[in-house]
């Protein structure tokens, strides 16, 4: 089932798909190891419920939900 | 002499590294052109000595911001000798993603597998061996912390210093690669040097790349039109990071044998993030943590001891004289520690810093100055001018080192990361990120260590916009303003309570720095807000040897400001308060004459709406030459409210029965002040106001003018800080005389907002109808 990673539930985990968006947002997401085939574990939420940390590629990383929209997933389910 | 370069992630240990090679002979500058510390040392143990470059912490090698256009272009330019990539081997994958870009140009490079301790007693292995020959680049084990293995890198690097690489990539078997391989061959052609990396950043469609080669750009867009991937289109710059990626986790991670095979499983460290940022405790903390740093560094009342038991003053034990002196030099002592309650680690280093070593050393050098056959004017100037200006400067290191030395063990343990994290969200609402509150928050300390704090900041409009409103959150040297004229209008007019002046007056801060961020972002500093894509490093102790290394870098920084624009605008005051225009020398008891008062009486109507100009007669002017003084420091305020009260008190015959001008805290000298000008509580008011958040003190404005690199951005700001203090203390002066101007300010905000939005609309509107 593919699905973005904002709408990941805490302890969902999916494989990423495509990364959508534009120029500079888009490439920092390719830098930090979001790309195509990464496995990617959603850690937890803010206590304000926004950004977002997820583990990929074996580290932490933080991004907000408006970043996390262009990630597109498949999950299992 | 040979020259390395030092490459790799942020939060990789590279700063350690750099720290171990290089020992004290560090020397931090910044980059030209940009406020990126560039640090350079020199390693002894080789050879020969060789230079050591410190680049910036960088994930890659996009055109995108100043580190990685920085990084790369003193690779290709400045040419190292050898280029030392340091990798986190705790985090192989993403840090080998930059290595694979490094190796592609011609320089030679060395791979320090780093924190190779962590990884072991983790009971992983690295196949270094293995991973050296499928990289095709030396690799190196080396932990920088225990200093383990640096030799051995150092030897390794001088070896291949002395050869000639030419750049390999790991995109051979993609897609693209044959026409990496013709544009690199048309590239060598023209003669470019590095022909290998230029070919793959210009398939990229790198800003930078095709700025350069406009040509060669023809031979990509004929090749683009015939290609089409089905995940990726023509988007190439995403292929390469992707082909990049794959060939990493198929070639180099497999080099990492896991004991652990789960992916992901929770270290000590995630254990202590699930407290730390925790749903509903992870806010409370981070406020603790705060009040903890604060109360240790200006707390007079150590965990409240002195409150708890009562504890007795140094009055009460009898330990003083009956002027209220230490009796001896052992209470001297005691009393930087205790006097009615503990004080705090940071106060009591303070005390001792001022009180015994810098105050006993000005105090000599005074009596020496002021024994010598000098004429008085020549005394004056260097006892009041110089030695008073060096002196209170210097007065303000220990609380500046202490702060910074807490905010540096929050940035080293990783919790810094996390705070932003946490506020993010409230932040974004302001058009700021997260990252924005920790400089924010820094200047209720002092305004310039948070100034010099935004450079964590990654956009240059949030940067600006932030370094403009730290001096809103009033820094300690203000908080001597507050306390005075708060106590003075207390005392003098019987109104209020003197601590709820001094806390509103704080919110009147940090209200007008929201008011102030959201009209900038709405109006000259307008962009979207900027993304927040961060990596979380994982929990670990701070490095003492760190540590001291930030601490001395800001001292050396500190100490040549005070020595040099600090005290030369000392000087230059000190003259204007000490000569008239005639030229002769004047008394302090005849500073009205002197040509600051001349000047100050000229500019004295500009502060009429204010309520600290005209209206308040023959000597009305004082407001605005304290106001003025305070530019240069902005304890300078109140220590220029007890000369002039002084003077004011001998020439108006004012009745002062009772009032103790040279009381430290300045109340009286205020009350002084209020009897000879019949200044009211709203012009009192109005001035507080005015002096926090009017242009802050010389050092703050010179590192304004340093962290923002642009003129024309440097001289707003000046502008914008005159125009906020203008008309915050306007609005205060007038609703507070006159309660119906409220309505007349409300009315004028409604407009400005009102015509920000309609203008925003409408070119918002524009830009739509041109993009169609």
Known sequence: MEKTLEQFEIGERGAVKRVLGEGKIKRRLFDMGITPGAEIFLRKKAPLGDPIEVTVRGYELTLRKTEAACVVTEVEG | ?772
């Open chain 2, 1 to 772: 002499m040979k020259n390395f370069a030092l490459a790799g992630n942020p939060n990789c240990g590279k700063t350690t590294l750099f720290n171990s090679l290089t020992g004290s002979t560090a020397h931090v500058g910044n980059w030209p052109g940009v406020t990126v510390d560039k640090k350079t040392g020199t390693y002894k143990k080789c050879a020969e000595p060789i230079a050591i470059v410190d680049l910036p912490g960088i994930y890659s090698l996009s055109p995108y911001t100043p580190e990685e256009v920085i990084a790369r272009n003193y690779i290709l330019d400045e040419k190292p000798d050898c280029v030392i990539n340091i990798v986190d081997a705790t985090n192989l994958e993403r840090n080998l993603y930059l290595t694979t870009q490094l190796i592609e140009m011609d320089v030679p490079v060395v791979i320090a597998l780093n924190m190779m301790d962590e990884v072991e007693k983790a009971g992983d292995k690295i196949d270094s061996v293995e991973l050296e020959k499928r990289l095709g680049v030396p690799v190196q084990k080396i932990s920088a912390l225990k200093e383990n293995g640096l030799k051995e890198l150092m030897d390794r690097a001088y070896a291949e210093s002395k050869k000639t690489r030419v750049g390999a990539t790991v995109l051979e078997k993609s897609a693209l690669s044959h026409l990496i391989g013709d544009i690199k061959i048309a590239l060598k052609g023209q003669g470019v040097k590095d022909p290998l990396f230029h070919a793959i950043k210009l398939v990229e469609n790198d800003s930078i790349e095709t700025e350069m080669h406009k040509d060669t750009l023809q031979m990509i867009n004929e090749f683009k039109e015939t290609f089409e991937d089905e995940i990726f289109g023509d988007d190439f710059e995403a292929l390469v990071a992707d082909a990049r990626y794959k060939y990493i986790s198929e070639n180099f991670a497999p080099t990492l044998k896991k004991k652990n095979k789960e992916k992901f499983q929770a270290t000590r460290s995630d254990k202590a993030d699930k407290v730390m940022t925790h749903k509903i405790w992870g806010i409370p903390i981070f406020l603790l943590i705060l009040f903890a740093i604060f109360h240790l560094t200006f707390s007079e009342d150590f965990l409240y001891l002195g409150k708890i038991f009562s504890l007795p003053s140094l009055e009460d034990l009898g330990f003083l004289t009956a002027e209220g002196e230490p009796l001896n030099y052992g209470v001297r002592w005691l009393a930087c520690l205790y006097d009615g309650a503990v004080f705090s680690p940071g106060v009591i280093i303070n005390n001792i810093w001022n009180n015994m070593l810098v105050g006993e050393l000005f105090g000599w050098l005074g009596g020496l100055v002021e024994g010598s056959s000098m004429s008085s004017w020549a005394v004056g100037l260097i006892n009041n001018g110089i030695f008073d200006g060096i002196s209170s400067v210097l007065s303000f290191l220990p609380p500046i080192l202490v702060l910074f030395l807490f905010f540096s063990i929050l940035e080293d343990s990783g919790y810094m990361a996390r705070i932003a994290f946490i506020l993010d969200r409230m932040f974004r609402r302001f058009g700021l990120s997260g990252r924005a509150f920790m400089p924010m928050i820094m200047g209720f300390g002092c305004s310039v260590p948070a100034m010099i704090n935004t450079r964590t900041l990654a956009d240059e409009k949030e940067r600006t916009a932030t370094v403009r409103v730290i001096p809103f959150f009033s820094c300690g040297a203000k908080l001597p303003i507050l306390t005075a004229v708060a106590g003075a209008i207390v005392a003098y007019f019987g109104v209020g309570n003197a601590d709820v002046i001094t806390f509103l007056m704080y919110l009147l801060g940090i209200v007008t720095a929201i008011v102030a961020v959201l009209l900038m972002r709405s109006t000259t500093l307008k962009g979207e807000t900027p993304p927040f894509i961060m990596e979380l490093p994982a929990y670990h102790a701070p490095q003492f040897k760190n540590l001291m290394a930030h601490l001395w870098d800001k001292t050396k920084h500190f100490v040549k400001k005070a020595f040099t624009i600090i005290l030369a605008s000392t000087i230059v005051i000190w003259f204007l308060t000490h000569f008239s225009f005639a030229w002769k020398f004047l008394e302090d008891e005849e500073i009205n004459q002197s040509i600051l008062a001349g000047i100050s009486q000229l500019v004295q109507p500009l502060f009429t709406p204010l309520g600290f100009g005209s209206q308040l007669g023959e000597y009305g002017w004082v407001f605005v030459v304290a106001a003025v003084a305070g530019l240069i420091a902005k304890e300078n305020v109140i220590a220029t409210f007890a000369t002039l009260a002084a003077c004011l008190v001998a020439v108006a015959n004012l009745n002062v029965g009772g009032l103790d001008i040279a009381a430290e805290e300045g109340v009286d000298a205020v009350q002084a002040m209020v009897l000879a000008t019949g200044i009211g509580v709203p012009g009192l008011i109005a001035f507080i106001a005015f002096n926090m958040t009017t242009i802050p003190c010389f050092a703050a404005v010179g590192t304004a003018k340093a962290e923002l690199q642009n003129d024309k951005r440097f001289k707003g700001t000046l502008v914008f800080w005159i125009a906020a203090s203008y008309l915050v203390a306007a609005a205060i002066y007038t609703i507070g005389s006159w309660w119906w101007t409220a309505f007349i300010w409300a009315a004028l905000v409604g407009l400005a907002t009102w015509l920000i939005v309609w203008l925003n609309k409408r070119s918002a509107l524009k830009a739509k109808k041109a993009e169609q």
